[in-house]
């Protein structure tokens, strides 16, 4: 059995230029984890992955959120998956994310 047998045919794919929220949401609607990335020709450039977005959406948040200190004492730490879980209250975009993802 070689790849070509079990590859997903004609897949969805994004433009290297497309905003991460229409990643996303391409994403969410059609319950996809990567997404290849292809140029104007056709061609790979890429592949973006839910673990990509997630990155790029959160790291900016969770450096400046990850240790929780109370009295000068550490009583917790934020992770990508408390960021995530609480952003997909408000995010509905988000909450497919959450819920594959963990």
């Known amino acids: 059995m070689d790849v070509k047998d079990i590859m ?3 897949p969805i794919s994004i433009e290297p230029n497309a905003p991460l929220g229409t990643a996303i949401a391409v994403m969410t609607e059609q319950k996809i ?4 990335v292809l140029d104007d020709d056709g061609a790979l450039v890429g592949i973006i992955t839910d673990r990509d977005l997630r990155s790029a959406v959160l790291a900016p948040a969770l ?3 990850l240790p929780v200190i109370e009295n000068g ?20 975009a988000l909450k497919y994310v959450a819920e594959t993802l963990w």
């Open 63 to 65: 450096e400046q959120y």
């Open 8 to 10: 997903t045919r004609s």
């Open 73 to 92: 004492k550490l009583v917790g730490i934020v992770t990508d998956r408390d960021a995530v879980k609480a952003l997909a209250i408000t995010v509905p």
């Open 33 to 36: 984890h990567h997404l290849p």
